[in-house]
């Protein structure tokens, strides 16, 4: 089929053909520059292990200096999935989410109407244009000069002035030989349903031409100088050439200057783009009078990897940021994201140029803000967090946002984000720490230091629980070696296990260093998993790390080697499905038993000494509380003979702390002696 003109432009304009090939090779991170859409990799044509193979994503074009393959997004899916011309045109039709054009013959007939709209638009451009040199464009003239707008500036943007008059645009296009209807069509005059002559739509404005990304003009939008006026601002209707959603205002010459000029920025307005423009902000694009879409988003990725948004200082404009970020939520991956720039109160770009130049911009692009710190101020400000259910409810809400993540490696760094400024906001709050803030490490895993320890009693801190060395200790070491052994010499059941992990408390300061370093380096490093072995990973997916990888990246982070420091116990030797090379699912069921253990005996022990302390020093317990240690004591003393590690000294230990308990209770020491005060 005859497919129509500038179809395959569009086409080519809507996918990312950085993204279309990354699914075939892996990117050389070296050679390769996201923000200037140069990428490099070897070549997907034929075996090579250096980088020659290139693709430049703002052109939309690769080349091989090995082989010499050359072309774009369609000869490209042509050669890697063995497609005809139109399959690959059909495929990648269907990705953009552009309909393939009619196979009917009337669609050269469809062209050709296209064509005389184009043709009517520049017409109507270019009378504009003329119109404000006029005298009766003096206020035009003046509002541009009073924004500083140069007269450079205008000729770049093509800026023209709308008469004040019904219909004199369609009147001058007429006499060019274009139909009304063809007007209208093209949105330039509007036709009223009750028989009156037609009028134009565009009438005492300031007027900017709205291009697509070949340079033809397919809208226009107009500035009112009227204060009384009912839109300040208007925009071309809908039309068979215009999709306000999917266009985005200077988008053309961005495209060409990011990267050279610095990041792409995203402003509301025309007169914001052309300040930013004058001012040396080429790169600088602005929706057409409403929030930006999806599809405009994937637009502005496709230039520019991690992109500026600034925004109006006032709550309309925080309003629309918030907007932004719960679109990009689920989109963001590793390498795409999105920045913002708070301008102060009242003040848009082209304020904010005028009153501090230049150098004002540039303060507020270095102090921009990520994603991850909007979402914290938009849940955490102005909110009022005195007591534990409030506290909850804002980890509540930043754990709805990170499930909203789809790419598990933002997750993960996002979460560990969120973490650190729970930690600082509920700075004072966290002494003694409760044991509800234990609960937080679940929802946001990863945090790369130990947490703060479980509040307890002046008594049971000098209890034997929390002195080292001794039996508790030792046997605190047993099951905390254990369990990290097991997941170094397997990596790939990190991600099972993580959330287990970051709940534990850890008696040994050491081991809770690798505990905490093992976590932050499996943060966005590890494929999750779901079963006891590794999934097998998708073609272009990282796969986990090896063994010797996993435990050199925890040795860079603690100084030292963490397997040297678990080795010793000959306990740990003596467990085969510890031992690198073990089968992943006994592995798994291992160090799950471990983990299980580790938690009941923690609970147990820090329950036993913190009652005993309290038959000691307290007069009022009574005797259901001697039943109820007893119990407690006895059920201790079960799980540590049901332990791999029945020959250490902490059955002893526990059986000591029996017998002690046990005398307490015969001699009843909490009652008052005779004559005591």
Same mark, same amino acid.
């Given at each position: 089929?005859?497919? !129509?003109?500038?179809?395959?432009?569009?086409?080519?304009?809507?996918?990312?053909?950085?993204?279309?090939?990354?699914?075939?090779?892996?990117?050389?991170?070296?050679?390769?520059?996201?923000?200037?859409?140069?990428?490099?990799?070897?070549?997907?044509?034929?075996?090579?292990?250096?980088?020659?193979?290139?693709?430049?994503?703002?052109?939309?074009?690769?080349?091989?200096?090995?082989?010499?393959?050359?072309?774009?997004?369609?000869?490209?899916?042509?050669?890697?999935?063995?497609?005809?011309?139109?399959?690959?045109?059909?495929?990648?039709?269907?990705?953009?989410?552009? !309909?393939?054009?009619?196979?009917?013959?009337?669609?050269?007939?469809? /062209?050709?109407?296209?064509?005389?709209?184009?043709?009517?638009?520049?017409?109507?451009?270019?009378?504009?244009?003329?119109?404000?040199? *006029?005298?009766?464009?003096?206020?035009?003239?003046?509002?541009?000069?009073?924004?500083?707008?140069?007269?450079?500036?205008?000729?770049?943007?093509?800026?023209?002035?709308?008469?004040?008059?019904?219909?004199?645009?369609?009147?001058?296009?007429?006499?060019?030989?274009?139909?009304?209807?063809?007007?209208?069509?093209?949105?330039?005059?509007?036709?009223?349903?009750?028989?009156?002559?037609? #009028?134009?739509?565009?009438?005492?404005?300031?007027?900017?031409?709205?291009?697509?990304?070949?340079?033809?003009?397919? %809208?226009?939008?107009?500035?009112?100088?009227?204060?009384?006026?009912?839109?300040? #601002?208007?925009?071309?209707?809908?039309?068979?050439?215009?999709?306000?959603?999917? *266009?985005?205002?200077?988008?053309?010459?961005?495209?060409?200057?990011?990267?050279?000029?610095?990041?792409?920025?995203?402003?509301?307005?025309?007169?914001?783009?052309?300040?930013?423009?004058?001012?040396?902000?080429?790169?600088?694009?602005?929706?057409?009078?409403?929030?930006?879409?999806?599809?405009?988003?994937?637009?502005?990725?496709?230039?520019?990897?991690?992109?500026?948004?600034?925004?109006?200082?006032?709550?309309?404009?925080?309003?629309?940021?918030?907007?932004?970020?719960?679109?990009?939520?689920?989109?963001?991956?590793?390498?795409?994201?999105?920045?913002?720039?708070?301008?102060?109160?009242?003040?848009?770009?082209? /304020?904010?140029?005028?009153?501090?130049?230049?150098?004002?911009?540039?303060?507020?692009?270095?102090?921009?803000?990520?994603?991850?710190?909007?979402?914290?101020?938009?849940?955490?400000?102005?909110?009022?967090?005195?007591?534990?259910?409030?506290?909850?409810?804002?980890?509540?809400?930043?754990?709805?946002?990170?499930?909203?993540?789809?790419?598990?490696?933002?997750?993960?760094?996002?979460?560990?984000?969120?973490?650190?400024?729970?930690?600082?906001?509920?700075?004072?709050?966290?002494?003694?720490?409760?044991?509800?803030?234990?609960?937080?490490?679940?929802?946001?895993?990863?945090?790369?230091?130990?947490? %703060?320890?479980?509040?307890?009693?002046?008594?049971?801190?000098?209890?034997?629980?929390?002195?080292?060395?001794?039996?508790?200790? %030792?046997?605190?070491? +047993?099951?905390?070696?254990?369990?990290?052994?097991?997941?170094?010499?397997?990596?790939?059941?990190?991600?099972?296990?993580?959330?287990?992990?970051?709940?534990?408390?850890?008696?040994?300061?050491?081991?809770?260093?690798?505990?905490?370093?093992?976590?932050?380096?499996?943060?966005?490093?590890? *494929?999750?998993?779901?079963?006891?072995?590794?999934?097998?990973?998708?073609?272009?997916?990282?796969?986990?790390?090896?063994?010797?990888?996993?435990?050199?990246?925890? %040795?860079?982070?603690?100084?030292?080697?963490?397997?040297?420091?678990?080795?010793?116990?000959?306990?740990?030797?003596?467990?085969?499905?510890?031992?690198?090379?073990?089968?992943?699912?006994?592995?798994?069921?291992? +160090?799950?038993?471990?983990?299980?253990?580790?938690?009941?005996?923690? /609970?147990?022990?820090?329950?036993?000494?913190?009652?005993?302390?309290? +038959?000691?020093?307290?007069?009022?317990?009574?005797?259901?509380?001697?039943?109820?240690?007893?119990?407690?004591?006895?059920?201790?003393?079960?799980?540590?003979?049901?332990?791999?590690?029945?020959?250490?000294?902490?059955?002893?230990?526990?059986?000591?702390?029996?017998?002690?308990?046990?005398?307490?209770?015969?001699?009843?020491?909490?009652?008052?002696?005779?004559?005591?005060?």
């Amino acid at each position: 089929m005859n497919l !129509p003109l500038g179809f395959l432009d569009e086409l080519r304009g809507r996918i990312s053909l950085a993204r279309l090939v990354g699914r075939k090779v892996s990117w050389d991170p070296r050679k390769s520059n996201a923000g200037r859409g140069d990428y490099w990799a070897p070549c997907p044509f034929h075996q090579e292990k250096t980088a020659s193979f290139h693709v430049d994503d703002g052109k939309g074009f690769y080349y091989c200096f090995g082989c010499h393959a050359k072309g774009d997004a369609i000869s490209f899916l042509r050669e890697v999935e063995n497609l005809g011309f139109m399959e690959a045109v059909e495929a990648l039709a269907e990705e953009a989410g552009l !309909p393939m054009p009619s196979r009917r013959p009337e669609s050269r007939a469809a /062209d050709d109407r296209r064509s005389r709209l184009h043709a009517a638009m520049e017409a109507a451009v270019g009378f504009y244009r003329l119109q404000l040199a *006029t005298a009766r464009a003096a206020e035009a003239r003046a509002h541009l000069d009073g924004r500083g707008l140069t007269p450079a500036m205008r000729e770049r943007f093509e800026i023209g002035w709308a008469p004040d008059g019904r219909d004199i645009l369609a009147r001058h296009l007429a006499d060019k030989g274009f139909r009304p209807e063809e007007l209208a069509e093209a949105g330039l005059i509007a036709i009223p349903d009750d028989g009156r002559p037609p #009028y134009d739509r565009f009438r005492g404005r300031i007027v900017f031409p709205i291009r697509d990304t070949r340079g033809r003009a397919i %809208a226009l939008g107009g500035r009112s100088l009227d204060p009384k006026a009912r839109a300040k #601002y208007l925009n071309s209707p809908e039309t068979p050439l215009f999709d306000k959603s999917r *266009t985005l205002f200077n988008l053309r010459d961005a495209r060409a200057a990011a990267g050279r000029s610095g990041p792409l920025l995203v402003v509301e307005g025309y007169m914001d783009v052309i300040a930013l423009v004058q001012a040396g902000f080429e790169a600088a694009v602005a929706p057409l009078g409403t929030a930006i879409t999806e599809e405009q988003l994937e637009q502005i990725w496709r230039v520019c990897p991690e992109p500026l948004v600034a925004l109006d200082g006032d709550r309309a404009g925080l309003a629309a940021a918030h907007r932004l970020v719960d679109l990009a939520l689920p989109r963001l991956v590793a390498g795409r994201s999105l920045r913002f720039v708070l301008l102060p109160p009242g003040q848009d770009p082209d /304020d904010l140029l005028r009153a501090g130049g230049r150098a004002a911009m540039e303060r507020l692009i270095a102090d921009s803000q990520p994603v991850v710190e909007l979402l914290w101020r938009r849940e955490s400000e102005g909110q009022s967090l005195d007591s534990p259910e409030r506290r909850a409810a804002l980890e509540a809400r930043l754990k709805a946002h990170l499930d909203r993540f789809t790419d598990d490696r933002v997750r993960a760094h996002t979460a560990i984000a969120f973490r650190e400024r729970l930690d600082r906001f509920f700075a004072t709050a966290r002494r003694p720490q409760s044991s509800a803030s234990r609960g937080r490490r679940n929802a946001f895993p990863g945090r790369g230091r130990a947490p %703060a320890p479980i509040a307890a009693s002046a008594a049971a801190k000098a209890s034997l629980l929390a002195r080292a060395p001794d039996g508790a200790a %030792a046997e605190a070491r +047993i099951r905390e070696s254990a369990i990290l052994f097991g997941l170094l010499n397997h990596p790939e059941l990190v991600p099972t296990f993580e959330d287990q992990l970051d709940r534990m408390s850890f008696l040994c300061p050491d081991l809770a260093e690798i505990r905490d370093a093992l976590l932050f380096c499996s943060a966005g490093l590890l *494929t999750e998993s779901t079963g006891a072995s590794p999934p097998a990973a998708a073609e272009g997916a990282a796969l986990p790390p090896t063994r010797t990888e996993f435990t050199d990246r925890i %040795a860079r982070r603690i100084g030292r080697d963490p397997i040297s420091d678990l080795a010793g116990l000959g306990q740990l030797r003596a467990n085969p499905h510890l031992r690198a090379g073990a089968d992943p699912a006994r592995a798994a069921v291992a +160090i799950e038993e471990e983990m299980v253990r580790h938690a009941a005996w923690m /609970d147990k022990k820090i329950e036993l000494r913190e009652a005993m302390e309290t +038959i000691a020093h307290d007069r009022d317990a009574d005797e259901g509380l001697t039943w109820r240690l007893r119990e407690v004591a006895e059920a201790q003393h079960r799980a540590s003979r049901a332990s791999f590690a029945d020959d250490m000294p902490e059955a002893a230990s526990t059986a000591d702390l029996s017998r002690q308990l046990q005398e307490l209770i015969d001699r009843q020491v909490w009652k008052r002696p005779r004559g005591a005060h």
